[in-house]
């Protein structure tokens, strides 16, 4: 197992660099994000997720590799999926939960679908993409099929500094 390096970034002690370098990319990408917000309990198993992203219903758990407690997310969207907790808090039924890997590369929690940043036209936001369920933006509800959407991005750049 690799040893996380706890980093400050924005006045926030991040508990792994890769984190940090995940919340300078979500910034360069005008993402809003709020670092582990609240922490969770299910069958007995406790889960703090890394980022939410409010503004589009999203928790993104970033991991680098071989690093234990990557089922956690999974489960989470299990959970919520199969109606047993109809709504957490402030998130809807439709949250969308990622995991963030070392390379950028963003998929769906549980499942080897990649979750695309793209940018909607209409709104000139981004957002991460849940293609195999729906093209709609998730910030402006905005959709025509997928031509609203552009700068698709399969893999995300981490700045390797944070200054």
């Known amino acids: 197992m690799i040893k996380s390096i706890p980093t400050k970034y ?10 940090a370098r995940y919340a ?30 409010t503004d589009m219903n999203v928790l993104l758990e970033v991991k680098g590799p071989r690093i234990p407690g990557i089922e956690k997310p999974t489960n989470l969207r299990k959970l919520i999926e199969s109606g047993s907790i109809a709504q957490i808090n402030w998130w809807n039924p439709e949250v ?22 793209v940018k909607c036209q209409h709104c000139k936001r981004y957002f991460f993409l849940y293609e195999s ?31």
């Open 24 to 53: 300078k990319t979500l910034d360069s990408y005008k993402i809003r994000w709020r670092y582990e917000v609240e922490g969770y309990e299910y069958d007995g198993i406790r889960y703090l997720p890394d980022f939410v992203l």
């Open 96 to 117: 969308l939960i990622l995991v963030g890997d070392a390379n950028g590369v963003v998929t769906i929690a549980g499942i080897s679908e990649k979750a695309p940043l």
């Open 10 to 19: 924005k006045g926030i002690i991040f508990r792994s660099l890769l984190e």
């Open 133 to 163: 369920r729906s093209y709609e933006c998730r910030l402006c509800g905005y959709s025509d099929g997928d031509h609203h959407l552009e700068e698709w991005i399969t893999q995300l750049v981490l700045p390797q500094g944070l200054t």
